[in-house]
T-cell receptor, first 114, second 113 residues
């Protein structure tokens, strides 16, 4: 149990589908993050939420839409994705927002866009 | 641009040997350097971190060294065991990148019996 739970673990969707990824943290942290992990590339930060407010959006296409209803839950809504969006999507949380507060990652959702 | 370079991309060692992974960074103002271990099918897990006010930190079989002048830091694993096999990521805060944690591209470590 990592303290950060992501569902589903695997997702296959067509380019016209709409789906959502869910993340829940049980650590009492105040910041939550979405990262994209692609092969042979560094982890890419997509969104940051601090105290339920989005504080960062790293030029992510609008086909990715985050939602943070409370400090324990984070969603990533997906629609009209492209095959190049296939990747491992990782959720993370930290006590404080900021690079030097350790990140706690979930085990990710492996997304395949067909 | 601001980035973190990590080498090697793959590393194979015999059980019991030491493994060293090196990272360099471009921002002289960086002050926090964590290392993450990612096992197959899991998310990255923090294994050790170091801040710029120290040059070395050790936790059992793992240690990290930091050379701020040369802008590089390294992970050392001694007496490697099969369960050390994983992908290891270094990271650094790059102030030029908006004080965000920037990750290296990862090192696939394989410990062979």
């Amino acid at each position: 149990e990592t303290g950060v739970t992501q569902t589903p673990r695997h997702l296959v969707m067509g380019m016209t589908n709409k789906k959502s990824l869910k993340c829940e943290q049980h650590l009492g942290h105040n910041a939550m993050y979405w990262y994209k992990q692609s092969a042979k590339k560094p982890l890419e930060l997509m969104f940051v939420y601090s105290l339920e407010e989005r504080v960062e959006n790293n030029s992510v296409p609008s086909r990715f839409s985050p939602e943070c209803p409370n400090s324990s839950h984070l969603f990533l809504h997906l629609h009209t994705l492209q095959p190049e969006d296939s990747a491992l999507y990782l959720c993370a949380s930290s006590q404080l927002r900021g690079g030097n507060s350790p990140l706690h990652f979930g085990n990710g959702t492996r997304l395949t866009v067909t | 641009g601001e980035n973190v370079e990590q080498h090697p991309s793959t590393l194979s060692v015999q059980e019991g040997d030491s493994a060293v992974i090196k990272c360099t960074y471009s921002d002289s103002a960086s002050n926090y350097f964590p290392w993450y271990k990612q096992e197959l099918g899991k998310g990255p897990q923090l294994i050790i971190d170091i801040r710029s006010n120290v040059g070395e930190k050790k936790d059992q079989r793992i240690a990290v060294t930091l050379n701020k002048t040369a802008k590089h830091f390294s992970l050392h694993i001694t007496e490697t065991q099969p369960e050390d096999s994983a992908v290891y990521f270094c990271a650094a805060i790059l102030t030029g990148g908006g004080n965000k944690l920037t990750f290296g591209t990862g090192t696939q470590l394989k410990v062979e019996l």
